[in-house]
């Protein structure tokens, strides 16, 4: 952030939608993902996209708006009743999985939209312009999601309120990982804020730096909470990286233009499904972590690592 960027923080109104891109090609995940949406990949028993929902509607979201593309519908589909299924359920006296195939529905209002042309994450973000109009809202990328005993969202909704500007989520990396992120330069927060948590104002934003020109150890996470006045900046902004319209792009114009950007460091339990290695992780922690399965999963896995080494 420039230096001529505002230091008194509005209090404005809490963000209460949230925008999941999702309309990838999944390529990584070929050919599973030729017929099934990656986001409906299933982590143990219920689809990465449902962690994320649940993710966003324990902050206090109400409102998602799915960026979708050709062959997405099934992702809708996930998170409305089937009343056939309920009742064969009800039937059997099955209460907790009618439980579980009922909540998907009560999460949160689903609403879509689509992308026609895998244009980047900015153009993903500026066809939620209709839906989201001039108010703050959540972008949730589809691939990740974190430990919800351990939330991220509340802290960076409750931020963007106070500043009325953009906030970003970070991890620290090791040196040598930063040119796989976007990283950032970062400077204390204004004292105002200084309660919310671990809070850093954000004075640039590089993408995959090398090791020597990182600015930080500080990786963007796939989390953002945005004014409404990114789509006039997402409008502004031409084509960048792969000839892609980059979200990032966008945020750098606002920083310019003094716009407050902070973020939040990350130091819970962050699960990235966006590549294979990283999915199957997942699925092995929170296998691990359950109580129907944890303690007999753990006790294959221990005996099947043993044979391997």
Same mark, same amino acid.
């Given at each position: 952030?420039?230096?001529?960027?505002?230091?008194?923080?509005?209090?404005?109104?809490?963000?209460?939608?949230?925008?999941?891109?999702?309309?990838?090609?999944?390529?990584?995940?070929?050919?599973?993902?030729? $017929?099934?949406?990656?986001?409906?990949?299933?982590?143990?028993?219920?689809? /990465?996209?449902?962690?994320?929902?649940?993710? $966003?509607?324990?902050?206090?979201?109400?409102?998602?708006?799915?960026?979708?593309?050709?062959?997405?519908?099934?992702?809708?589909?996930?998170?409305?009743?089937? &009343?056939?299924?309920?009742?064969?359920?009800?039937?059997?006296?099955?209460?907790?999985?009618?439980?579980?195939?009922?909540?998907?529905?009560?999460?949160?209002?689903?609403?879509?939209?689509?992308?026609?042309?895998?244009?980047?994450?900015?153009?993903?973000?500026?066809?939620?312009?209709?839906?989201?109009?001039?108010?703050?809202?959540?972008?949730?990328?589809?691939?990740?999601?974190?430990?919800?005993?351990?939330?991220?969202?509340?802290?960076?909704?409750?931020?963007?309120?106070?500043?009325?500007?953009?906030?970003?989520?970070?991890?620290?990396?090791?040196?040598?990982?930063?040119?796989?992120?976007?990283?950032?330069?970062?400077?204390?927060?204004?004292?105002? /804020?200084?309660?919310?948590?671990?809070? /850093?104002?954000?004075?640039?934003?590089?993408?995959?730096?090398?090791?020597?020109?990182? &600015?930080?150890?500080?990786?963007?996470?796939?989390?953002?909470?945005?004014?409404? $006045?990114?789509?006039? $900046?997402?409008?502004?902004?031409?084509?960048?990286?792969?000839?892609?319209?980059?979200?990032?792009?966008?945020?750098?114009?606002?920083?310019?233009?003094?716009?407050?950007?902070?973020?939040?460091?990350?130091?819970?339990?962050?699960?990235?499904?966006?590549?294979?290695?990283?999915?199957?992780?997942?699925?092995?922690?929170?296998?691990?972590?359950?109580?129907?399965?944890?303690?007999?999963?753990?006790?294959?896995?221990?005996?099947?690592?043993?044979?391997?080494?």
């Amino acid at each position: 952030m420039s230096e001529h960027a505002a230091t008194t923080l509005p209090s404005g109104r809490r963000a209460i939608k949230a925008v999941i891109p999702a309309a990838g090609l999944a390529t990584r995940f070929l050919p599973a993902t030729k $017929a099934v949406p990656k986001e409906l990949l299933p982590v143990v028993d219920r689809p /990465v996209l449902q962690y994320i929902v649940e993710e $966003a509607a324990a902050a206090g979201i109400t409102d998602v708006l799915l960026i979708t593309g050709r062959g997405k519908t099934s992702m809708v589909d996930h998170f409305d009743r089937q &009343p056939y299924l309920e009742s064969r359920l009800e039937e059997k006296g099955d209460k907790e999985r009618l439980a579980a195939v009922r909540k998907p529905s009560q999460l949160a209002d689903i609403y879509t939209c689509r992308q026609h042309e895998p244009l980047g994450l900015g153009h993903a973000v500026g066809c939620a312009e209709a839906h989201v109009g001039d108010e703050p809202f959540a972008v949730l990328l589809g691939d990740e999601f974190v430990d919800l005993a351990d939330p991220l969202l509340p802290a960076m909704l409750d931020l963007q309120a106070r500043t009325g500007g953009i906030v970003l989520s970070f991890m620290e990396v090791a040196p040598e990982e930063t040119k796989r992120y976007g990283i950032a330069s970062v400077i204390d927060p204004e004292p105002e /804020v200084a309660d919310i948590g671990e809070v /850093v104002r954000v004075t640039g934003l590089v993408e995959k730096p090398s090791q020597e020109d990182a &600015p930080s150890n500080l990786a963007v996470l796939g989390r953002y909470v945005l004014p409404g $006045a990114i789509f006039q $900046a997402i409008k502004s902004t031409g084509p960048g990286s792969g000839g892609e319209i980059q979200l990032t792009d966008a945020m750098a114009m606002l920083l310019d233009q003094g716009t407050p950007v902070h973020g939040i460091v990350y130091r819970g339990t962050r699960y990235d499904t966006g590549m294979p290695l990283g999915y199957l992780q997942a699925v092995v922690q929170i296998a691990s972590q359950r109580e129907d399965l944890g303690e007999a999963f753990t006790s294959w896995l221990r005996n099947f690592v043993g044979t391997r080494t």
